[in-house]
């Protein structure tokens, strides 16, 4: 796992010791920067997580792109999976659900849960690089 100044990436499985269970983490990078996690959120507040749904699920090479970057997440999570054995509930949720614990991914209207969700997806890992995460980081210049 990495960390940078601005993300934190999470293992897909953490054991939780007080309660003794696994629990899954279908969202694998955090923003850790407090001042980049408040302009984002200024964004969400002007409804764009609502006009980037919109935007997604009208574009089809676009919502083609998504769903490339759910399944290729949801392949990591395979690998991590098949290094340990883990409960069934653990393996349902992290290969049923794309990159955040998104369910139906792959349908419209397109799903995007959050700004930072893609920001934190963008910046933590050039192969997760997306263009809401690339909109984010020039939008939040203009703040």
Request: aromatic letters at 12%; a positive charge.
């Amino acid at each position: 796992m990495k960390s940078t100044d601005k993300v934190v990436e999470n293992p897909p499985v953490i054991f939780d010791k007080k309660k003794k269970i696994f629990i899954p983490q279908p969202t694998r990078f955090w923003i850790l920067d407090k001042e980049l996690r408040k302009k984002i959120s200024r964004l969400e507040e002007k409804g764009w997580i609502q006009k980037w749904e919109k935007k997604v699920t009208n574009d089809e090479k676009l919502f083609r792109f998504f769903i490339s970057l759910h399944k290729k997440e949801i392949e990591r999570r395979k690998k991590f999976l098949e290094e340990k054995e883990y409960p069934e509930y653990i393996i349902k949720k992290l290969l049923n659900t794309g990159i955040g614990g998104i369910e139906s991914y792959n349908q419209k209207p397109f799903k995007v849960k959050c700004l930072h969700l893609w920001t934190a997806y963008h910046l933590g890992d050039p192969e997760f690089e997306n263009p809401i995460g690339e909109w984010v980081l020039k939008e939040i210049n203009k703040l």
